[in-house]
């Protein structure tokens, strides 16, 4: 089993939607958690960090939910820029070891 | 730049040929990280450096692979004997600090094995 498994997708979705993508991870001593993006053909960036008690970034939103090992990121107000695959990624050492998912991909259309 | 710089962008060997990768962190960034990515898939570990030492060597997949980092700033990957599977792109990253789950990545290296 994966460490950090993740919906592929794709999501498909019209500009304006709302989207949610899902993680799960299976290492319960993991102790940070983040979302980061990735363009077409372009290296990864951090799009946010993932906390406990939720938190917010504009139109993103995530959420941890530790009991159940599961991760979320909604997307509210869906732009073409969007467009890009979403990686789950969870950190378990003591250093910034960061273990990815595979990806959600996000496809925004007019 | 100021970003992280990886040299090839593109690299097309044959089976059998010995690969050099390397990665020029930002500046100041004590921690270096080397990740490959396939098609369809997210990063994958291979090897963490803080200064010049391997702190986590544990994602290398084999003895074919190997990374130095001799003054702690560029860092070369090297892969002997290459194989069609590691056909992949290789991301050098740098951070700052080491706990913050903030990694720079470069535009990567896409190693093509013949």
């Known amino acids: 089993r994966k460490e950090v498994e993740q919906d592929p997708g794709p999501f498909n979705v019209p500009e304006g939607a709302t989207v949610a993508f899902n993680c799960t991870y299976s290492?319960?001593?993991?102790?940070?958690f983040f979302w980061y993006r990735q363009d077409c053909r372009k290296e990864p960036k951090l799009l946010m960090s993932?906390?406990?008690s939720g938190n917010e970034d504009g139109r993103f939103t995530a959420q941890l939910n530790r009991a159940s090992q599961y991760i979320s990121l909604l997307i509210r107000d869906s732009k073409l820029s969007d467009s890009a695959t979403y990686l789950c990624?969870?950190?378990?050492?003591?250093?910034?070891?960061?273990?990815f998912g595979a990806g959600t991909r996000l496809a925004v259309h007019p | 730049g100021a970003g992280v710089s990886q040299t090839p962008s593109n690299k097309v060997t044959e089976k059998g040929k010995y690969v050099e990768l390397r990665c020029d962190p930002i500046?100041?960034?004590?921690?270096l990280y080397w990740y490959r990515q396939s098609l369809g898939q997210g990063p994958e570990f291979l090897i963490y450096?803080?200064?010049?030492?391997?702190?986590?060597d544990s994602g290398l997949p084999n003895d074919r692979f190997f990374a130095v980092r001799p003054e702690g700033s560029v860092s070369t990957l090297k892969i002997q004997r290459t194989e069609r599977g590691d056909s992949a792109m290789y991301l050098c990253?740098?951070?700052?600090?080491?706990?913050?789950?903030?990694?720079?990545f470069g535009e990567g290296s896409r190693l093509t094995v013949l």
């Open positions: 990253a740098s951070s700052l600090t080491t706990n913050t789950g903030e990694l720079f």
């Open positions: 290492n319960s001593a993991s102790q940070s």
């Open positions: 993932v906390y406990s």
């Open positions: 990624v969870v950190i378990s050492g003591g250093y910034n070891k960061l273990i």
């Open positions: 500046s100041g960034h004590t921690a």
């Open positions: 450096f803080q200064g010049t030492g391997a702190a986590d």
